[in-house]
């Protein structure tokens, strides 16, 4: 099995612990990915606000880099559901949809593909707030939405269950969206930065001391809310805390 | 977590809830077993604060100029009592509508079909429109005909204009919102007179509906009770939600009586029978209809259903996605003019049969404007229904005013963080939040979103699509944070801090680090 990592750029910038951790992680399982070296992004910030055709040359490049491998892994849910649902500005060769139809994020990888079924090198003894990125809760289904009636499940929760004494707290909005929305941050800041600060008080209200989520982007957004309102919560990447990382 | 929430009564963490909010029990509208009454009239929960917030006013609607919703909603957030309180309010809706879902085991299975019926009318709407015409003909209706607003709008004063009509009674109307009617008529020397409370509240207030069913749920009680001292002369320092409804029913019910001619609009037009169906809460609809002798009713050729069985799973649908209530108050069928009464129907296109042209928006005709999107939309709740500027405001409104103004509207499809909960509460099935993706594309390959923002996207395409500027630009810690995520952190609006710290940046990036060590995981950033 070839395996690709695929780090997003906000995690290549800002957070390369969690590109770590999620390298760590794989091989702990036995896999090794490669890390092609000529990653960029997804497209993502450009699709999302309807410049597809500007988004076209960065889809281009990362189907190149990532053509050959059975696996594309990601450690971000969002980056994940653009390149899987809307990675459509380039032709749909057959190498795209290849990379299209075998790009994961580490959550679904590690519970659908490998079907893990223990951390046991992971202990994380601490009030966890779990927060799904909208793409990867309703886009690809990490979770099960509140607002549909059917089976509740969650894939993220279901492994942070796996690591010894996670205690998870429940928010009163549990599946709220945090305002984040890629340049929704920028172009709405008022109501974003509000939105933030609900969540991050959410999350302080449930009682928790750390912030988990499969996405980097959501955090980056909440964290800065939380310094700006001088709360003191603390925010990991959840490869993190399946990888055994200390904060 | 998100597993748990099947329903049940949670106490909310206290300060979550407006303080104001929990106060004191307001002794309001309770059943006879002292419960309070659970739907949206028993449950407005009171504020009881003394300090009066002024209001904030909409969107700023200049010509065809794209609407500024984040100036708008900035200034709705900067009023907290009046923020809070819509967003707990509405909250409260969505909550109430998930407890409805969770009490019917076929949910999924009605909007399947709810969005189904919709669908193969709106697919077959001519010959559908053709059979409800010839019907409501057969039981003594005048049916009309609108191409657009303006066709509209004359049509309803041709026929007041007949009966000599002055005064006109009207319950609640989002496509005579659209029209623009309640001006049109009153420049025409026609008395207008809303129905329905939060209307009547408006209309007195000059403001449009700022939610399509709840139409004053952006106001406190300190607010109406302004307006009533203002124009119904109350008492200005009175915020009892009692006695200001009790007060204007006072002053409306005469007007009511003596009206010359009602109007209605319709939830649903029944093809095979030839009637409407007005859905109310509060029976203002059939006062206007059955009040005075002459009874107009618009309706939006969506509106159509093919058979009455139809209704079984519509309305099924309609008050608990709406409110969280099994059902409205009043549901009411017209079949046709009551001995000596005349009833007229007007039929209206205004810009429906465009809309169902459109490829990537035609499914958008299936909504049945029961608001649920607005109530679960976590924008729409901070930034209030009148900050959309427009006549449908919340994710709906979203994909339907462009197809009014393009340029005006061409900003609001960006008014959403694509979270996809529209989507999901619609009972209809209309993929909103796609739809609102798509939009941004329309407008985005028309070159109508905005120089600063193409120019923008354009740069950011342009870096990360070649490795080496993409590294050079993120190469130095200090850079990375100038120029990646230049779309995010360092954009030109320089936004991004007005409500949130900066990142800090690491030492190194992930690649650095990759490049440094091998990829061997030991040695750490």
Same mark, same amino acid.
């Given at each position: 099995m070839r395996v690709a990592l695929f780090v997003p750029c906000y995690v290549d910038a800002f957070e390369p612990e969690v590109?770590?951790?999620? +390298?760590? +992680?794989?091989?702990?399982?036995?896999i090794d990915p490669e890390y092609p070296f000529d990653q960029t992004c997804c497209g993502?910030?450009?699709?999302?606000?309807? &410049?597809? #055709? !500007?988004?076209?040359?960065?889809?281009s490049l990362f189907v190149r880099n990532?053509? #050959?491998?059975d696996y594309v892994v990601a450690p971000s849910g969002s980056c994940t559901h653009? /390149?899987? &649902?809307?990675?459509?500005?380039?032709?749909?060769?057959? !190498? /795209?949809?290849?990379?299209?139809?075998?790009?994961?994020?580490i959550v679904e990888f590690l519970h659908d593909v490998l079907k893990v079924d223990g951390f046991p090198w992971a202990e994380f003894p601490h009030r966890v707030s779990y927060h799904d990125n909208c793409n990867a809760l309703r886009g690809i289904g990490h979770s099960s939405a509140s607002e549909l009636r059917g089976e509740r499940y969650s894939k993220p929760l279901d492994l942070l269950r796996m690591v010894k004494g996670v205690e998870l707290v429940e928010k009163s909005r549990p599946d709220e969206c945090c305002g984040f929305g890629g340049t929704f941050s920028v172009f709405e800041p008022a109501v974003s930065a509000k939105m933030g600060h609900d969540? /991050?008080?959410?999350?302080?209200?449930?009682?928790?001391?750390? /912030?988990?989520?499969?996405?980097?982007? &959501?955090? +980056?957004?909440?964290?800065g809310c939380a310094s700006r309102l001088g709360v003191p919560l603390k925010f990991l990447h959840i490869a993190q805390v399946l990888n055994g990382d200390r904060a | 977590m998100n597993t748990q929430d099947q329903g049940s009564e949670r106490q909310s963490p206290s300060d979550l809830i407006h303080p104001e909010m929990q106060r004191h029990d307001d002794g309001g509208a309770r059943g006879k077993d002292g419960q309070r009454l659970d739907h949206a009239e028993g449950n407005s929960r009171p504020l009881g604060t003394d300090a009066s917030e002024a209001q904030p006013r909409g969107a700023k609607v200049r010509g065809h100029r794209p609407i500024d919703h984040n100036e708008a909603a900035a200034r709705f957030i900067a009023a907290p009592e009046h923020q809070k309180m819509h967003d707990e309010r509405l909250w409260d809706l969505r909550q109430k509508r998930d407890r409805q879902m969770h009490a019917i085991p076929e949910w999924e299975e009605l909007r399947d079909l709810a969005s189904r019926i919709k669908q193969h009318t709106l697919t077959n709407l001519a010959e559908y429109l053709e059979q409800f015409e010839a019907n409501a003909r057969a039981n003594g209706i005048h049916v009309h005909w609108a191409e657009d607003g303006a066709a509209h709008n004359r049509i309803v004063h041709g026929i007041l204009a007949d009966h000599g009509a002055k005064r006109l009674i009207k319950s609640k109307s989002m496509l005579t919102e659209e029209t623009g009617m309640r001006h049109y008529l009153e420049s025409m020397g026609i008395e207008l007179v809303e129905t329905d409370l939060g209307e009547r509240i408006q209309q007195l207030d000059d403001e449009p509906p700022s939610h399509i069913v709840v139409p004053a749920t952006h106001k406190l009680r300190s607010d109406v009770a302004g307006i009533f001292a203002e124009k119904l002369g109350t008492d200005p320092d009175n915020w009892d939600a009692h006695y200001l409804a009790e007060q204007q029913r006072e002053k409306t019910r005469p007007l009511i009586l003596d009206a010359d001619a009602g109007l209605t609009g319709a939830n649903f037009a029944v093809a095979e029978t030839g009637t409407f169906v007005v859905c109310t809460n509060e029976g203002n609809a059939d006062l206007s209809a059955n009040v005075p002798p002459l009874h107009i009713a618009s309706i939006g050729i969506e509106k159509l259903i093919p058979r009455t069985a139809d209704l079984g799973v519509l309305i099924r649908l309609l008050s608990r996605s709406a409110l969280g209530s099994p059902m409205t108050q009043y549901t009411s069928h017209f079949r046709g003019p009551r001995d000596g009464g005349e009833m007229h129907v007007v039929l209206v296109d205004n810009g429906r049969s465009a809309r169902l042209g459109m490829e990537e928006f035609w499914t958008s005709l299936k909504c049945i404007r029961c608001g649920a999107c607005m109530n679960t939309c976590p924008v729409y709740r901070r930034s209030g229904g009148l900050s959309y %500027?427009? *006549? $449908?405001?919340?994710?709906?409104g979203l994909i339907l005013d462009p197809t009014f103004d393009k340029r005006r509207y061409s900003t609001l499809p960006f008014a959403s963080t694509l979270? %996809?909960?529209? *989507?999901?509460?619609?009972?209809?099935?209309?993929?909103?939040?796609e739809q609102i993706f798509t939009w941004r594309k329309v407008l985005a390959a028309e070159h109508s979103i905005g120089a600063t923002k193409q120019v923008m996207?354009?740069?950011? %395409?342009?870096?990360?699509?070649?490795?080496?500027? $993409?590294?050079?630009?993120?190469a130095a810690a200090d850079s990375a944070l100038k120029i990646l995520p230049s779309f995010v952190v360092a954009n030109p609006l320089n936004s991004w801090t007005e409500g949130r710290d900066m990142p800090e940046a690491p030492r190194e990036t992930f690649h650095q680090w990759y490049s440094r060590t091998g990829g061997d995981t030991e040695t750490k950033a």
């Open positions: 590109g770590i951790a999620a +390298l760590q +992680l794989l091989r702990r399982f036995g993502q910030p450009m699709v999302n606000s309807g &410049c597809h #055709e !500007e988004a076209a040359a960065t889809e990532f053509a #050959e491998y653009q /390149v899987r &649902c809307h990675m459509t500005a380039i032709p749909q060769t057959d !190498e /795209v949809r290849h990379v299209r139809e075998n790009t994961y994020d969540k /991050v008080r959410d999350h302080m209200q449930a009682g928790a001391e750390y /912030v988990v989520s499969a996405d980097s982007s &959501c955090m +980056l957004h909440q964290k | %500027g427009a *006549t $449908y405001s919340g994710p709906i979270n %996809g909960s529209c *989507t999901n509460v619609c009972p209809v099935k209309i993929n909103i939040h996207m354009k740069a950011a %395409g342009a870096v990360l699509s070649h490795p080496k500027l $993409y590294r050079s630009a993120i």
